[in-house]
C-alpha cells in the first residue's frame, strides 16, 4: 500500500473514531485556545521540530481520536529521512536509536526511536519514531533551538512515517503533558490537526 493510500485511511479512521473524545479537562482549553476564545501571551513559544522553509501537515492534534485520545501530543507526516530540529534549547536527557521494527500494533511500541530534550525550566519535549540510527546527539549534549537532532523514521507503533511530538511539565512530581505554542509562518498558534504548517518567520 503506498503512502496516499495508507495516509487516506488514517484519515477514515481518524473520522470513525472521532466520536470517542477524551475527558482529559485540558481537551477544552486546548479547543479554546486554538480558537482564540483564551488568550495564551505568556507561555514559551516554541519552533517546529523542521528545518526553516519546510512545511509538512498535522495527522493528529490535541486529544483527537485514534491513538491521541488522551494525548497533548502532535504527529506530523514525514517521509523517511527527514531532518528533524530541536524545538527549543536544551540538553538531551534520553536518545534511543537501535529500534528497528515498526507498524500499527501496540508490540512494536517498544521499538520506537525518540530523543528527549529537557529545558531551562524543567520541561520536556520528546520526538518519537525516528529512524534506525537515527538519532544525531547523544544524552548529555546541550542543543540549540533549530540544531538538526534526528532523522525521522516509522520505529515503534507507528501505521505510517512520522515525527511525533510532545512537551511534559513536571507539577508536585508528577508529569503532565501540555499543549504548546509554536511560531509559524502564520504567526504564533497553537496547531490543529490536518492543516499543514510552514515554519519560517511570520509573513
Known sequence: MN?????????????????AVSKNPLRQQVKLLQEGIIKDDTSYV??????????????????????????????FNMKRGTKITAARDGVVVRAKEDGTLGGLNKKYRSHGNNIVIQHADNSRAGYWHLQHNGALVNVGD????????????KTGFAFVPHLHFLVW???????????????TSKGIKYLRGWKKYRNSPSE
Do not use: N
Open 3 to 19: 503512502m496516499y493510500y495508507k495516509i487516506i485511511l488514517l484519515v477514515g479512521v481518524l473520522v470513525a473514531t472521532g466520536c
Open 46 to 75: 516554541y519552533a517546529l521540530p523542521y528545518e526553516e522553509g519546510k512545511t509538512f501537515r498535522v495527522l493528529q492534534g490535541y486529544f483527537t481520536g485514534f491513538t491521541h485520545r488522551e494525548r497533548a501530543a502532535l504527529d
Open 142 to 153: 546541550s542543543v540549540k533551538k533549530g540544531q538538526v537532532i534526528a532523522i525521522s523514521g
Open 169 to 183: 511539565t513536571s507539577k508536585d512530581g508528577q508529569w503532565q503533558q501540555v499543549a504548546t505554542r509554536f511560531q
